[in-house]
T-cell receptor, first 117, second 114 residues
Framework: AQTVTQSQPEMSVQEAETVTLSCTYD???????LFWYKQPPSRQMILVIR??????QNATENRFSVNFQKAAKSFSLKISDSQLGDAAMYFC??????????????FGKGTLLTVNP | DSGVTQTPKHLITATGQRVTLRCSPR?????VYWYQQSLDQGLQFLIQ???????AKGNILERFSAQQFPDLHSELNLSSLELGDSALYFC?????????????FGSGTRLTVV
């Protein structure tokens, strides 16, 4: 079974600074997807960024980018120019890309990000 | 607004009772997924439906059941409720199972069992 580990329960960053959240995963599959979801105090789960395992290029969405290291099974999230609205719980998630019906998302335990003004 | 609608937003009930949580997927989405979020277990996958059919089961208790109706809305039924069932229950949807663009989540139903 796949597992997702987020080793940082909490992180803090100063407004306008850059922060990196870590995520590692364990899988024997070669085809899969990785996601970062954000859960602000409103508790809504919001997709931040996604990465397809077969793509070498790291995904980028505005101020959010990932460092995907397939061999190391690492998928970190970098937030540049941090804003107060970035404060939230961030979850790393894995999803199998292969055939069959096992398309569930497996989540890490989350990292609580605090942004200090 | 994500387009995935969950009702009710909050629910308080007593142990031993039965409740039904409702989810309307985003317009056009055929797949529905249910997740439970609790402090000790984190986000756990419960069950997935695609176009009315059950596709995958996760850590769903026998006291829990779900279904997806012809209009694609889904209901999660929780019975013989215990204190430990208190959690945030999320519904998510996607066009097809395994859609690589990710799933869209609703805002959840907060269930409190007293």
């Amino acid at each position: 079974a796949q597992t997702v580990t987020q080793s940082q329960p909490e992180m803090s960053v100063q407004e306008a600074e850059t922060v990196t959240l870590s995520c590692t995963y364990d899988t024997s599959e070669s085809d899969y997807y990785l996601f970062w979801y954000k859960q602000p105090p409103s508790r809504q789960m919001i997709l931040v960024i996604r990465q397809e395992a077969y793509k070498q290029q790291n995904a980028t969405e505005n101020r959010f980018s990932v460092n995907f290291q397939k061999a190391a099974k690492s998928f970190s999230l970098k937030i540049s120019d941090s804003q107060l609205g970035d404060a939230a719980m961030y979850f790393c998630a894995y999803r199998s890309g292969g055939g069959g019906s096992n398309y569930k998302l497996t989540f890490g335990k989350g990292t609580l990000l605090t942004v200090n003004p | 607004d994500s387009g995935v609608t969950q009702t009710p937003k909050h629910l308080i009930t007593a142990t031993g009772q039965r409740v039904t949580l409702r989810c309307s997927p985003r317009s056009g989405d055929l797949s529905v997924y249910w997740y439970q979020q609790s402090l000790d277990q984190g986000l756990q996958f419960l069950i997935q439906y695609y176009n009315g059919e059950e596709r995958a089961k996760g850590n769903i208790l026998e006291r829990f059941s779900a279904q997806q109706f012809p209009d694609l809305h889904s209901e999660l039924n929780l019975s013989s409720l215990e204190l430990g069932d208190s959690a945030l229950y999320f519904c998510a949807s996607s066009l097809h199972p395994g859609q690589g663009s990710g799933y869209t989540f609703g805002s959840g139903t907060r269930l409190t069992v007293v």
